[in-house]
């Protein structure tokens, strides 16, 4: 019966509501949902662009009819159970889950190998010996992975630290990728012998 009330109590909620669904559903679902089937998409695989497709139109058209009914049978005591802190704590554990299910994915997405040896002197039955090792050998035996972990978190801490375009750095690691391909420094995948 207050038309202004209700005009005043939807215009309040559109910033609150619409910063914890871009969240959940653009930043969360669909970062996960494609990164799962972009693995699927880099290793030949029809499924992945399939997937895609259906695990976004399907739930988004699914939740969004329940939550127009959900949303306007409750009314009023929505908002009350918004203003308790319920959604923040399912938008914190949604984005931490979402970071975890994103840095597992790290290693089979970036793929950056050093070819960098070093030599080492050995003293085998009494001769000496000098042997290449290779630091990607000994990466592996000791931290497999670090280095698309580093490249992926060095690219993190350049665009929260500095705030640059994503489009510059973009940029900048193909520059860069190429330069130290060029030099034979790094490669995309370990060499087959």
């Not at 399912?90 to 975890?100: A, E, K, N, R």
């Not at 978190?153 to 520059?175: E, M, N, Q």
Request: hydrophobic fraction near 55%; charge should be positive; glycine fraction near 10%.
């Amino acid at each position: 019966g207050a038309p202004a009330s209700a005009e005043g109590i939807k215009v309040g909620l559109m910033g609150p509501m619409a910063g914890i669904g871009d969240t959940l559903t653009y930043a969360l679902y669909n970062s996960i949902i494609f990164t799962i089937c972009a693995s699927f998409a880099l290793q030949g695989n029809i499924i992945g662009p399939i997937m895609a497709a259906i695990l976004v139109c399907v739930p988004y058209f699914l939740v969004r009819r329940w939550q127009f009914y959900f949303a306007y049978n409750r009314g009023r005591a929505l908002a009350a159970d918004i203003g308790k802190g319920a959604l923040e704590k399912i938008t914190l554990g949604s984005t931490v889950f979402g970071l975890i299910v994103l840095g597992g994915f790290i290693p089979s997405i970036v793929k950056v190998v050093t070819t960098m040896s070093y030599r080492q002197t050995l003293t085998v039955q009494g001769h000496k010996v000098v042997q290449a090792v290779l630091v990607q050998s000994q990466l592996n035996a000791v931290l497999p992975y670090v280095l698309p972990v580093a490249v992926t978190a060095t690219v993190y801490f350049i665009l929260k630290k500095f705030a640059i375009s994503p489009v510059w750095v973009i940029f900048g690691l193909a520059v860069v990728g190429i330069a130290v391909g060029w030099a034979g420094w790094f490669i995309s995948a370990v060499p087959v012998k």
